[in-house]
């Protein structure tokens, strides 16, 4: 058997361990002389041992006889232990026939040298040990499992222990990969349903993702293709068109048409005309044809950015467009409320001024009672808070509730609820202009509204010229900022100064609960009790405050939690100790300029109430039927308030279908001036 031309040096620590085991018999030896036995002879000795006695040699395999292979046997089982001679029996079955290169090669750590081999002597070895492993297969083996029981029990042992453990870590690996495929495609699942959640049927002309035909995801192929096609084939006539190719463009000109016709306003392919295909054969035909003519990768590239710079205007146009025309909307009183309004105002100012009282009038200022504060124009709208607030109501007797409206419509609430009494519950109306003390020496906002400025930036706004550009001007001149129906919720303590608690509820919001359950709730010492609405990057001081102002930024956390209108418990006991009102003058009269915030009372009111809001649970209050189509229904039916905040609200015709059937069933379609005034669900 070959030997390395040179060996590097051995380690100390292997010369050490080598000795100490041949020492064990015998005086001590030199270690060089043990290294040498057990990297050559011993190795050697075992191989003879396995092969029965016997070693097989290519030149001369009789060489060896069957008393000299015994005797080798005997004096290596002398000298090594049984569990090195396991562990080698062991390797050998998986490894094949061993010899001094495989020994080489795979060194326990006490034999291992302190260099590494260079790359000539490792390439010769592994040449050796192909060409020895090959020879010793071919050598017949005489040895039996009955030779050896003891060690053929502990080579099988030992195979099934690393046949178990190999199988495990298959069984592992298997399962790692069933976990991580169900993981994804739970999460797939639950995108998927999330998505499946922000689709609304009725705004979107009932569209549904588990429809049979958006069941292919590439419905619209061929629209998208051919919309593609007329894109480039515009590009290649204006091309045409600059080099004089009169016939191309003419004819490019034609296929635009006619595809534009095809297309038509289809959105799917089922949409599309039957003869869309022939349109496209027609058109990939003259677009080849014009590629091969007038093709130009720099002015294509240019043409291609401005259509797109072009479009990406008249999206934006659109949009302020729709603002403006959705705000217009929401800013007016349909002609059906309006009709009933102004019949049950000449009904009202006819009838003698002793039936234009409300009975129960010793309840108006009972502090013992249930009372709520309703501000509103809209006598519809007011209808159905009282309606759904009485028929959810455990005890409608105690409740009183206290409606303040203009001049304008005050006939009409009047008439309404005298012609339809809620029950057993009492009812107040008010007019805010015969409130003496609301003038302008005392509200800022009044003393602000007759500033000259303040006309020129509510009612003239540079008065624009097109839909676009007045969409944001529009906002800020909404009616409902400038009316003190608006503005009249920071007085309460002075609109009814013997009361001690009272719940606020806006007009565009509908009860499905009992509410006395509010007046029980421990404020803890806070004015104001209040579902808050903010989440993780969104409605917080920072979207409705001016934090770049030093007042702001001084006073208040940019990150606190905002709270909504539309139904607040007050204290007002806690609301004379701590001067609410006199807290909402000090920083309207600080924004007289709009530096602090824009528009709308809710910024004053987060000013006004900071630190001063107790949470409410959320199930009191769900908000966004006016604009928001994704809320949950299980929230919506859970919750013991709904509110149409948004533009979209429920008496107009651009309300969300879905959510109003929860308004309208408070309302009686039958009722004599309801019909006579073409109101219809």
């Known amino acids: 058997m070959a030997m390395p031309k040179q060996r590097p040096p051995y380690s100390t620590a292997g010369g050490g361990g080598g000795g100490r085991r041949a020492a064990s018999g015998s005086g001590r030896l030199p270690p060089v002389v043990v290294l040498v036995f057990l990297l050559v002879i011993a190795p050697t000795l075992f191989f003879v041992a396995r092969n029965g006695g016997h070693v097989h040699v290519a030149s001369d395999p009789k060489d060896r006889n069957d008393d000299q292979a015994a005797k080798a046997t005997k004096n290596l089982k002398s000298i090594l232990s049984k569990e090195v001679i396991y562990a080698i029996a062991a390797s050998q079955q998986e490894a094949g026939a061993l010899s001094l290169d495989f020994f080489r090669n795979h060194a326990s750590l006490s034999w291992k040298t302190d260099d590494l081999v260079n790359e000539k002597s490792m390439d010769a070895d592994s040449k050796a040990k192909a060409e020895n492993s090959a020879a010793e297969h071919d050598l017949p083996t005489n040895k039996s499992p009955k030779d050896d029981p003891d060690e053929h029990q502990v080579d099988t042992a030992e195979k099934i222990a690393r046949r178990k453990l190999r199988e495990k870590r298959r069984e592992k690996r298997a399962m790692d990969l069933v976990r991580k495929d169900d993981e994804a495609l739970v999460k797939l699942e639950n995108a998927a349903i999330e998505r499946s959640k922000a689709v609304d049927s009725a705004v979107l002309g009932k569209y549904s993702i588990w429809r049979k035909e958006n069941e292919n995801e590439n419905s619209d192929s061929t629209v998208r293709l051919m919309r593609d096609q007329i894109i480039m084939a515009r590009v290649y006539s204006a091309l045409a068109k600059s080099k004089n190719k009169n016939d191309l463009y003419q004819e490019l000109q034609i296929r635009i048409k006619e595809s534009h016709w095809a297309v038509g306003e289809a959105t799917a392919d089922a949409d ?26 720099r002015m294509i590239t240019q043409r291609l950015r401005a259509m797109l710079q072009s479009a990406d205007e008249q999206v934006r146009s659109l949009k302020k467009q729709s603002t403006f025309l959705s705000q217009l909307a929401a800013k007016t009183i349909p002609n059906s409320i309006h009709c009933l309004s102004m019949h049950l105002t000449i009904d009202y100012y006819l009838l003698p001024l002793e039936e234009r009282k409300f009975p129960r009038s010793e309840n108006f200022e009972n502090p013992n009672l249930y009372h ?27 409740h009183v509730f206290h409606l303040v409206t203009d001049k304008l419509n005050f006939g009409a609430m009047n008439m309404w609820f005298l012609l339809n009494p809620p029950g057993k519950a009492t009812i107040h109306v008010e007019n805010v202009d015969e409130f003496k003390w609301l003038n302008s020496s005392y509200c800022p906002v009044l003393r602000q509204l007759e500033s000259a400025v303040m006309k020129e930036y509510y009612f003239k706004a540079d008065r624009p010229t097109t839909l676009s550009a007045g969409s944001s001007n529009l906002k800020y001149r909404n009616p409902k900022y400038l009316s003190m129906l608006n503005h009249l919720r920071f007085y309460l303590p002075e609109v009814y100064p013997k009361l001690d608690k009272i719940l606020f509820l806006d007009d565009d919001i509908v009860v499905q609960k009992d509410l006395t359950g509010l007046w029980d ?9 209040a579902v808050e609405t903010c989440g993780e990057s969104f409605h917080r001081f920072d979207k409705y405050l001016n934090f770049s102002n030093p007042h702001i930024a001084r006073n208040f956390d940019p990150n606190a939690c905002g709270w909504a209108y539309g139904m607040n418990i007050f204290d007002l006991k806690e609301w004379k100790k701590k001067d609410i009102t006199g807290i909402y003058h000090k920083w309207q009269n600080m924004n007289e300029d709009r530096v602090l915030w824009k528009l709308g009372t809710l910024p004053p009111g987060l000013l006004t109430f900071y630190k001063l809001t107790h949470p409410l649970d959320k199930s009191w209050h769900v908000l966004g039927l006016g604009y928001n189509p994704s809320i949950d229904r299980s929230e919506i039916d859970n919750a013991a308030v709904v509110h149409y905040n948004g533009n979209m609200k429920p008496w107009l015709e651009l309300a969300m279908t879905k959510y109003r059937p929860y308004w309208t069933k408070y309302i009686k379609y039958g009722h004599p001036y309801i019909r006579g005034c073409n109101l219809s669900e």
């Open 272 to 297: 599309l005309h039957l003869s869309a295909p022939e349109k496209i054969r027609a058109m990939g035909q003259v677009l080849s044809k014009s590629r091969e003519e007038v093709y130009d990768c």
């Open 521 to 529: 709730v421990d404020l803890n010492g806070k004015v104001n009790g």
């Open 372 to 398: 709520y504060a309703l501000f509103s124009d809209n006598v519809l709208a007011a209808s159905v808070v009282v309606n759904s607030t009485i028929m959810n109501a455990k005890e409608p007797e105690k």
